[in-house]
């Protein structure tokens, strides 16, 4: 069975203070896996798909990583707009639909 | 463009009514998830359709959940005989063809008196 698990449950930044987010999963076979935002109240916003070992993304102030058994994602100078739910997901390479999810990173950036 | 859209916001009903929840897809994705996210988890994957079909409905929690997609675009999540348990956010999500990124709606909250 696939599992995700993430941490830390809850993160507080201030603005500038720049940290990583972690995301540890166990999967038959990787598909792909997923870093979305979620904010209050809305459905998750998509961010990145990472494929294989040592593959790298990047958007503005954030970049996800990704090893065989983890990924990371690191948060560059982060600012107040950047507060969030993060969400990190498996999807297997057999049935290549489904998304197992971590429980999610709340994220907080003080000004 | 437009992206997906879930209907209604919010559902309040008693326990043991029938409900139906609406998904409208990114125009030309033909693959079209439901997930069930519960307060301060995850989504919770329930039911993936390829076009008109449902290719895995794995994560329905028992048969009182029913989902049909009849053209290939919208789609309609039913519950049955609905329990205070059913409470949760239900959210669609849809995507170009199957494995590439879901793109999800803002989810309908359902709350079971």
């Known amino acids: 069975e696939d599992q995700v698990t993430q941490s830390p449950e809850a993160l507080r930044l201030q603005e500038g203070e720049s940290s990583s987010l972690n995301c540890s999963y166990t999967v038959s076979g990787l598909r792909g896996l997923f870093w979305y935002r979620q904010d209050p109240g809305k459905g998750p916003e998509f961010l990145f798909t990472l494929y294989s070992a040592g593959e790298e993304k990047e958007k503005e102030r954030l970049k996800a990583t990704l090893t065989k058994k983890e990924s990371f994602l690191h948060i560059t100078a982060p600012k107040p707009e950047d507060s969030a739910t993060y969400l990190c997901?498996?999807?297997?390479?057999?049935?290549?639909?489904?998304?197992?999810f971590g429980e999610g990173t709340q994220l907080t950036v003080n000004p | 463009g437009a992206g997906v859209s879930q209907t209604p916001s919010n559902k309040v009903t008693e326990k043991g009514k029938y409900v139906e929840l609406r998904c409208d897809p990114i125009s030309g994705h033909t693959a079209l998830y439901w997930y069930r996210q519960s307060l301060g988890q995850g989504p919770e994957f329930l039911i993936y359709f390829q076009g008109t079909g449902a290719a895995d409905d794995s994560g329905l929690p028992n048969d009182r959940f029913f989902a049909v997609r009849p053209e290939g675009s919208v789609s309609t999540l039913k519950i049955q005989r609905t329990e205070r348990g059913d409470s949760a956010v239900y959210l669609c999500?849809?995507?170009?063809?199957?494995?590439?990124?879901?793109?999800f709606g803002d989810g309908t909250r359902l709350s079971i008196l």
């Open positions: 997901a498996v999807q297997e390479e057999t049935s290549g639909s489904r998304l197992t």
């Open positions: 999500a849809s995507s170009l063809r199957r494995g590439q990124p879901q793109h």
